[in-house]
């Protein structure tokens, strides 16, 4: 079975500041990785994934993740958080052919 | 324009009545998926199909059921609406591959049984 576990429900940053969400997974097969944003009201849309090709992984509007294997994480980063950013960030792992399984999911609020 | 629609975005129903959430795509993906999302944010997936007359049972117990008659077409229907079916449902799709395939999300129902 897969998992993930995303390790605290709010973050809260200064606009500007680092912004960075953690995500463990648990899986006995060659994972597959992802992060969503979710705005209100809306459905998810993707951020990055993870190929294998590259164990950092640059996604849209800035954000990145590095895969860990040794610490089994898949933490997201941006150097500079934005009003803009602020959001529902979820994190997914799936096998080869099995559906995403999803995290509970971050809230991000960005401070002015 | 390659896409995925749910229909209705919102829904008010009183209990005891059947409805049929719809999701249809023109992604030309043979994967669809449902998943139920809590208040609180956490996603479940409830059922899911591979291909047309292929229906699969997620990991959250439902009492809902789908059909895939057409490869664009996943409706989801609830026989009978109770209180504690509450929830917004997402619909998303993915493409046959080897490698991570991504799902696509619709927008999602938000429905409100009272």
């Known amino acids: 079975a897969q998992s993930v576990t995303q390790l605290g429900s709010h973050v809260s940053v200064s606009e500007g500041a680092l912004v960075l969400l953690r995500c463990n997974y648990s899986?006995?097969?060659?994972?597959?990785l992802f992060w969503y944003v979710q705005y209100p009201n809306q459905g998810l849309q993707l951020l990055l994934k993870y190929t294998s090709a590259a164990t950092l992984v640059k996604g849209i509007n800035g954000f990145e993740a590095e895969f860990k294997k040794s610490e089994t994480s898949f933490h997201l980063t941006k150097p500079s958080a934005h009003m803009s950013d602020a959001a529902e960030y979820f994190c997914?792992?799936?096998?080869?052919?099995?559906?995403?399984?999803f995290g509970k999911g971050t809230r991000l609020s960005v401070i002015a | 324009e390659a896409d995925i629609y749910q229909t209705p975005r919102y829904l008010v129903i009183g209990t005891g009545k059947k409805i049929t959430l719809e999701c249809s795509q023109t992604?030309?993906?043979?994967?669809m998926y449902w998943y139920q999302q809590d208040p609180g944010m956490e996603l479940h997936l409830i059922h899911y199909?591979?291909?047309?007359?292929?229906?699969e049972k997620g990991d959250l117990s439902s009492e809902s059921t789908v059909s895939r008659i057409r490869t664009e077409h996943f409706p989801l229907t609830l026989e009978s609406a109770r209180p504690s079916h509450t929830s917004q449902y997402l619909c998303?799709?993915?493409?046959?591959?080897?490698?991570?395939?991504?799902?696509?999300f619709g927008q999602g129902t938000r429905l409100t049984v009272v």
């Open positions: 992604m030309g993906h043979d994967k």
């Open positions: 199909s591979y291909g047309v007359n292929s229906t």
């Open positions: 998303a799709t993915s493409s046959l591959g080897q490698g991570p395939t991504e799902a696509f």
């Open positions: 997914a792992v799936s096998g080869r052919n099995t559906p995403l399984v």
């Open positions: 899986s006995s097969v060659p994972p597959y």
